[in-house]
């Protein structure tokens, strides 16, 4: 039976997924992770965002991989003392996004899951990973767990992902034209695509 115009996608990996290799141009292992975007939640020096610090990883399965780092300030908290759920979450997008652009670019999130194990109290720090576990078609799938305090901690959380790949045309259509003019992208560019 065809799945429901409106079902999510499935988060399995198809049986004709390959592993992608990483990009030529994307930095090598070991090498740091500039932020994307100098306004993003997720990676930039912004005082309510995430601050997450990546760097390319190793994969012992030899596919592509990020590490990231976050420390977990008062102001990210849900219950009192511990990190709110929801900011895992958001981690765990922003670190599966910053794998899959290792691999190709634009993409978008299709599908996120994320099983919470335990709690992350404030004041801790939290080490994600990431990994691109297969792609097939314009889909990308994707892995990651947190640790607590070390990169071998406790397993705080798990997630996986269904990354997209999308034309330019995508956020001319959708962002703001102020966001994308303070980007370079003329007034003409915009009103063409919407058009």
Same mark, same amino acid.
């Given at each position: ?6 079902a999510s ?12 290799e ?5 930095p090598?292992?070991?090498e740091?992770?500039p932020?994307?975007?100098e306004?993003?939640?997720g990676c ?6 995430l601050? +997450?610090?990546?760097r !390319?990883a190793e994969? =012992?399965?030899g596919?592509?991989? &990020? @590490?990231a780092?976050m420390? $977990?300030? #008062?102001d990210q ?5 511990l990190?709110?759920g ?10 599966l ?7 190709t670019?634009?993409?978008?999130t299709a599908?996120?899951?994320t099983d ?11 080490? +994600?990973?990431g990994? !691109?576990?297969?792609? =097939?078609g314009?889909?990308l799938? &994707? @892995?990651?767990?947190?640790? $607590?305090? #070390?990169?071998d901690g406790?397993?705080?959380g798990?997630?996986k ?12 259509r959708?962002s703001?034209p102020?966001?994308?003019e ?10 063409a695509?919407r058009s």
């Open positions: 039976m065809p799945a429901s115009p409106t996608p499935s988060l399995e990996l198809p049986a004709d997924a390959t592993l992608p990483r990009h030529p141009n994307a090598g292992v070991g740091r992770i932020p994307h975007s306004v993003c939640f930039a020096d912004v005082p309510h965002g601050r +997450l610090e990546f !390319v994969d =012992a399965a596919g592509v991989a &990020v @590490s780092r420390v $977990l300030r #008062a908290q849900g219950a009192p003392g990190l709110h929801g900011l895992l979450t958001a981690a765990f997008d922003e670190v996004g910053s794998v899959v652009a290792l691999v670019r634009p993409c978008v599908r996120l899951e919470f194990r335990r709690p992350m109290p404030i004041g801790s720090t939290l080490w +994600l990973r990994r !691109v576990d297969g792609r =097939a314009r889909k799938y &994707v @892995s990651g767990s947190a640790h $607590l305090d #070390a990169e406790p397993v705080v798990t997630a992902a269904l990354f997209l790949k999308v034309g330019m045309e995508h956020f001319l959708n703001r102020e966001d994308l303070a980007l370079g992208v003329s007034a003409e560019q915009i009103r695509a």
